[in-house]
């Protein structure tokens, strides 16, 4: 079976699933887990792009989701008019000292040559710098988070529509991958997973830290949306009769107040589809750009040398190629797409809860989504973000319907039943274990495998 058909029946399973969810479960359930699907698929795609186009083993996904989610805040929150006026300014001007410290420590380090002399200047220079900065930063940040700490405590945004925050996301996300990138990618595989593990760690620790800019672990709730709101639209006249154009069979026959019941229920059930739908939209659409970006840069000349570089960096450094600039070159265009899956993550949840970015959801479950899709292939990211994510949702309900239907025989109060029920909870490890392990057994190259062409490197 080659890859199209693979394609074919794999998404076609996916939908076949989503679809019993919906007819089981529900339609808003399915939607939900459709939409994280979709965000999941975008994220795949930034690591397939670092992983599967150059080889670099990335494990600080959640660092830049985290400044995805961030740039989600800082464009759509309007700003605080209170905190601007008593530490704004004085925060501006820190700000302006850092990066004036900065600036003269590379400027004392590149002219300056090796020795005792370059070693007190650069050290008197960052000493200095920081306690400017801190003179200003340190009255300012505690000016700021005591206006009233309970609804604002920070600096809040620009207040521009949240859809500008995904570009702005990727941005965040493009410059961090960079900075990361000029110390880390120099390393070997196993040393860069444990820097960008531990850098990513450091951008988390910063967001649940920082009032002033985040609100911290006290979150911040309320994101403006893309979409309509439930309660708009259930006063809304063009939706109410589309609603009832289409119940128009079950409304048929009923009494005027049978008849406004079911249509004030059908109308408020229907309103959360209806918003759900318009964020699968939105998601699909940034979906098939990024992917198709992704598919014509890998099937280009840049993707032939990227994929050469990834299996076998010593012939393609032969060849004249810049090994390290290529390598940030990709790290930054995948942590991009990374940064911009978050800022899509926390505006479907409207909210950002620094405290929810933990490893096993952004790292461990993209990296699985990759690897049981197909490392280097594009559709195979998408598809291990289907697959993933659903059973991941999926695994703890089906496992407390197994496990209910096969000891329901025990009885209620049965030791071993009410054991069983209870580590029904852990069926996602389980299942998340079985899914790589069947894969890895028999299909190591995961469900879509990587198709390479021979091509010439470019320039």
């Not at 479960?25 to 459709?34: A, D, G, K, R």
């Not at 909210?351 to 559709?379: D, E, H, K």
Request: proline share 3%; charged share 10%; aromatic share 10%.
């Amino acid at each position: 079976m080659n890859n199209v058909q693979r394609s074919v029946l794999s998404f076609a399973l996916i939908a076949c699933l989503l679809l019993i969810v919906g007819l089981f479960q529900s339609w808003s359930l399915m939607l939900s887990i459709l939409n994280l699907c979709l965000i999941s698929s975008v994220m795949a795609l930034g690591v397939n792009i670092q992983w599967g186009y150059a080889g670099l083993f990335n494990v600080g996904t959640m660092g830049f989701a985290a400044l995805g989610g961030v740039a989600a805040v800082l464009v759509s929150k309007g700003p605080v008019p209170e905190a601007w006026a008593v530490g704004g300014w004085n925060l501006i001007i820190a700000a302006f000292l850092f990066m004036l410290t900065v600036t003269l420590a590379i400027i004392t380090y590149r002219r300056i040559k090796r020795g005792t002399l370059r070693l007190l200047v650069l050290s008197g220079t960052i000493i200095l710098g920081i306690f400017a900065t801190r003179y200003f930063s340190d009255p300012a940040i505690a000016d700021i988070e005591a206006v009233n700490p309970a609804l604002t405590g920070y600096l809040g945004g620009i207040g521009l529509p949240i859809l500008f925050s995904w570009i702005v996301g990727g941005v965040f996300a493009a410059g961090a991958a960079w900075v990361i990138g000029k110390i880390a990618l120099g390393l070997r595989s196993d040393y860069l997973a444990i820097a960008t593990l531990g850098i990513s760690e450091i951008i988390i620790a910063i967001l649940k830290n920082e009032d002033w800019l985040t609100r911290g672990v006290k979150n911040v709730a309320g994101l403006p949306r893309p979409v309509p709101y439930e309660i708009d639209l259930q006063k809304s006249d063009w939706f109410i009769n589309l609603t009832e154009w289409l119940n128009s069979n079950s409304l048929y026959g009923l009494s005027s107040i049978e008849r406004e019941d079911l249509l004030s229920s059908s109308v408020t059930e229907f309103s959360g589809i209806y918003v759900k739908l318009c964020y699968t939209g939105l998601f699909a659409a940034v979906l098939v750009i990024i992917l198709t970006m992704s598919v014509m840069a890998l099937n280009s000349p840049w993707g032939r040398m990227m994929r050469a570089i990834r299996d076998n960096e010593t012939s393609a450094a032969a060849m004249g190629k810049n090994i390290t600039g290529r390598h940030l070159q990709v790290f930054i265009i995948g942590s991009a797409v990374i940064g911009i899956a978050g800022a899509m993550l926390t505006t479907l949840d409207g909210q950002l809860t620094p405290g929810t970015y933990n490893p096993l959801r952004f790292t461990f479950l993209i990296w699985v989504m990759v690897i049981v899709g197909g490392s280097g292939n594009n559709l195979g990211s998408v598809l291990g973000g289907f697959l993933i994510w659903l059973t991941w949702i999926e695994a703890e309900p089906v496992g407390v319907w197994l496990i209910d239907g096969a000891t329901g025989w025990l009885g209620g109060t049965n030791p071993i039943r009410l054991h069983l029920m209870d580590a029904a909870q852990h069926m996602r490890l389980f299942m998340m274990g079985l899914v790589l392990l069947f894969v890895m057994r028999f299909n190591p190259g995961g469900i879509l495998p990587e198709v390479t062409k021979v091509g010439k490197l470019s320039n």
